[in-house]
C-alpha cells in the first residue's frame, strides 16, 4: 500500500467513526460499548483471514500460517503490543512490518513472500500481502487492540 490509506478501509473507519460519534453524542456510553468492535478470523485450513468490524465481513485475505514442522496456536487472543517494523530474534533479524503480536511471540504481519500466500509457510505466525496487513494494523490503532480480537481455527 503507498502512503495513503485504501479507498474501502478509509471508508469503512469513516463510517465506524461517525457510528461512534453518534453513539456518544447521544451520551450513552464509551465507544467499547457501541460495539464497535474488530475481530480478524483465520482458518489454518483454509488459509483465509476474515475481518469482521461490528459483526460485518469487511475483509477477506489470503493468509500463510505455520509451515511443517511449525505450528499457529488456535483460539481467541487480544493483541498485546504493535510494532510498524519489528525484526525477528529468533528467525536470523526477519522484518515484520505491521507486527500485531496476539500470543509470546506470535504475531500477524506483513510479508514479501505473497506468492505464497494461501499457504502454509511460516514459523507459527500469520503473515499477510502487505497492504493488507498495513490496512489491518491501521485498523487495530484506529479502534484500539482492547477492540480486536484475533481468532484462530483449524
Not at 511443517?68 to 493483541?79: E, I, L
Not at 504475531?107 to 511460516?122: D, E, F, N
Request: proline content about 6%.
Amino acid at each position: 500500500m503507498n502512503a495513503t490509506l485504501s479507498a474501502k478501509l478509509i471508508n469503512v473507519i469513516a463510517a465506524a467513526l461517525a457510528g461512534i460519534a453518534l453513539f456518544l453524542e447521544a451520551g450513552t456510553g464509551s465507544a467499547h460499548a457501541a460495539g464497535s468492535q474488530i475481530v480478524a478470523r483465520i482458518s489454518i485450513s483454509e488459509q483465509r483471514m476474515d475481518v469482521l468490524i461490528d459483526g460485518r465481513p469487511t475483509f477477506a485475505w489470503k493468509v500463510s500460517t505455520a509451515g511443517k514442522g511449525y505450528r499457529t496456536p488456535t483460539g481467541s487472543f487480544k493483541p498485546t503490543r504493535m510494532h510498524k517494523m519489528w525484526y525477528s530474534r529468533k528467525y536470523d533479524n526477519a522484518p515484520m512490518p505491521h507486527s500485531i503480536f496476539f500470543h509470546g511471540g506470535y504475531a500477524v504481519h506483513a510479508t514479501p513472500h505473497i506468492k505464497r500466500l494461501g499457504r502454509p509457510a511460516s514459523h507459527g505466525c500469520i503473515r499477510l500481502h502487505p497492504d493488507n496487513a498495513a490496512d489491518l494494523y491501521q485498523l487495530v490503532q484506529t479502534f484500539g487492540p482492547s477492540n480486536t480480537s484475533i481468532v484462530i481455527v483449524k
